[in-house]
Structure formats: structure tokens, C-alpha cells
């Protein structure tokens, strides 16, 4: 009689034992991939990312990583110091996985800021510092500056060409000293103007610099200007002289005014490095992105390029290849 009332007590206890794993187990279960939560990248720029040059091109890497990672994307403009470390620290405390400030000014306050979140990292498309969960990674563009200048010097009827830029910081430093080597290294002899606005979006203010460089007879003009590049283009439409994108291809803001454009390609980098800090295999450190990787190139406008003689293409095309494999190397500011 003793018997089947053990065997009833251990069914008792198996069905019980049953249960109880059931429940562990349902409670320990990882949500399927499906149900896992996007990462979280925010953009901070300069200007509006409707200026089709600087803020656009980061933006159009934006949404190169919402396509590719399926990420949650949103972007906010702020300049001042006061105003990228409001944002930079509004996102970190939405739990962003990723901040990205798209310049050489965001740099200093990403250091500052991610000490306070290490869980967000914090990438800068400029810049020299970098920490645990801040980073940096450099467009050259100078290469593509230093094509622009070779270009001048050989179409310049005057002998003279200018740079517009707006915010004097080293960034856009390095890329006009860039475009003054390249003149200087097919003619020595030609005259090269500089100046700063000091704005980023102050048209007026860049239409009026370059025509004081046309009335000094400078008949091809480089900017740097972001979203001010509109006056910049509109003075030289109304002199006819002939001018140069940067950043973006900025052919069809001017599209008989801009010969070719210095553009930096962000979508690779952007996507790469948001699967790095997707992955948890970010590594802070300088990461220099050209012609080497893809990220910057020089890009003609078809409808004016079939006016520029062939030797000068075949110029620029010669260069560039010695770019890659390392026989030019062009100058850049370290900062």
C-alpha cells in the first residue's frame, strides 16, 4: 500500500517541477530579432540639412545607416557650444546609442558631454580627441581641393582665383591651403585670394566677399561656405566666371556656373562606424577617410565639363590615381 502512494507523490512533484520550469523558462526567453530594439543614431549639424553642400551630405549618411541598420534617426541643428551640449546631452538621456557631430566644433564638447554618458558614444566628422566612447573620423578633402586648385590654375584666364569661406576654423583652413597647393603646383605665378566671412549661412555677406574678389579680377572661386554658398554661386552667374562645389556635388545649384564639385561620400563611413558601435566593437580613435576608402573624389559637371580641354581631365585623372597609390600626398592641417 505504501508504494503507489509514492509513485503518486513523485508524479505530483514531476508535474510541479514541470511547471515551475515552464515558467523559468518563459521568463529567461530572449525576444525574438524581430522584436529587438533598433539603435538609436542622432545627427547634429551645423545648418540646415537642406543647404546642398555640408549638413546634406551628413544627413544623406543618416539615412544610409536608417537603411542599412534599420535604425531610429533624428537630427537636430546646433552651433554654439551651449547648443550641441544641450543636444548632445538630450539624446544621451533618450538612451541614444550614437551621436554624431558633423564638424571640427563638436569634437571638443563630445569629449566634455560623454564623460557624464558613457553608454552613448559620441563620433565627430573632425577633430583630434577622442576617449573611451568618443571618436572621430576626418573627411580628406583636401584631395579633392587640391584637384580643384590644379584645375584653376590651368583654366584661369586672369591668373587669379579666390576662397570664400565662412567660419574660420582649421578644417576649412586645411582644405583652402589644400586648393593653394594644387595651384601653386602647376603655376607658381598665379594669384590666390582668401578670405573668411565668419558665417555659415550669411549670404549677402559671401556674395559680397566674392564680388570684391571679381573686382580684383579673380575669375575662378572655391568656397567653404555651407549653406552661404548661394552667394558665392550667384556672384559669379552674374559676372560669368566659373566657381567650385565643395562637400556636395553642387552642380545643379549653379549648373552653368560650377565646373566640378570636391565631394566627400559619407554613407560608408557613417554605416560602418554605426555597426561598430551596433556590434560593441568601437574603438575610439582618428580615423582618416579619402580617395583611398571611397569617401572623397571630384565630380564633374557633365554639362561644362565637355568645354574643358582634355589635357586638363587627363591631368586631374593622373593625379588622383597618385593620390591612391600614395605617389602625391597632399598637405593638411593636423588638428
Request: with cysteine; charged share 20%.
Amino acid at each position: 500500500m505504501k508504494t503507489p502512494t509514492i509513485t503518486k507523490a513523485i508524479g505530483f512533484a514531476a508535474i510541479a517541477l514541470s511547471l515551475i520550469a515552464g515558467c523559468s523558462d518563459k521568463k529567461d526567453d530572449a525576444p525574438p530579432p524581430s522584436e529587438a530594439k533598433p539603435m538609436k543614431v542622432a545627427l547634429l549639424t551645423p545648418n540646415s540639412v537642406n543647404d546642398s553642400g555640408w549638413s546634406a551630405l551628413a544627413y544623406k549618411g543618416l539615412q544610409d545607416i536608417e537603411s542599412a541598420l534599420g535604425a531610429e534617426i533624428q537630427n537636430v541643428v546646433a552651433s554654439s557650444p551651449a547648443e550641441i551640449a544641450d543636444a548632445m546631452r538630450s539624446y544621451a538621456q533618450k538612451e541614444f546609442d550614437l551621436v554624431i557631430g558633423h564638424g571640427y566644433e563638436y569634437n571638443a564638447v563630445g569629449m566634455e558631454v560623454g564623460k557624464d554618458f558613457p553608454s552613448t558614444v559620441f563620433v565627430s566628422t573632425s577633430g583630434n580627441e577622442f576617449a573611451n566612447n568618443v571618436g572621430t573620423f576626418r573627411f580628406n578633402l583636401e584631395q579633392a581641393t587640391y584637384l580643384c586648385g590644379m584645375i584653376a590654375a590651368r583654366m584661369s584666364k586672369t591668373r587669379v582665383v579666390g576662397m570664400v569661406g565662412g567660419p574660420e576654423v582649421p578644417s576649412i583652413e586645411s582644405t583652402f591651403q589644400a586648393f593653394e597647393a594644387g595651384v601653386k603646383a602647376v603655376d607658381p605665378n598665379v594669384k590666390v585670394l582668401k578670405a573668411y566671412t565668419k558665417s555659415n549661412d550669411d549670404v549677402g555677406a559671401a556674395k559680397r566677399q566674392t564680388m570684391a574678389f571679381l573686382d580684383q579680377n579673380a575669375d575662378m572661386i572655391i568656397h567653404q561656405a555651407n549653406a552661404a554658398a548661394g552667394g558665392v554661386f550667384e556672384a559669379c552667374q552674374e559676372r560669368g566666371v566659373l566657381a567650385f562645389g565643395t562637400n556636395s556635388d553642387q552642380s545643379g545649384d549653379a549648373p552653368m556656373t560650377v565646373i566640378c564639385s570636391a565631394v566627400i561620400v559619407a554613407g560608408p563611413a557613417f554605416v560602418d562606424m554605426a555597426k561598430q558601435v551596433r556590434d560593441k566593437t568601437f574603438k575610439a580613435g582618428v580615423y582618416l577617410q579619402g580617395m583611398e576608402q571611397g569617401a572623397v573624389d571630384l565630380v564633374w559637371n557633365e554639362k561644362l565639363a565637355v568645354g574643358v580641354q582634355q589635357g586638363v581631365k587627363d591631368m586631374v585623372q593622373e593625379t588622383k590615381r597618385k593620390i591612391i597609390s600614395g605617389e602625391v600626398v597632399v598637405p593638411k592641417l593636423e588638428f
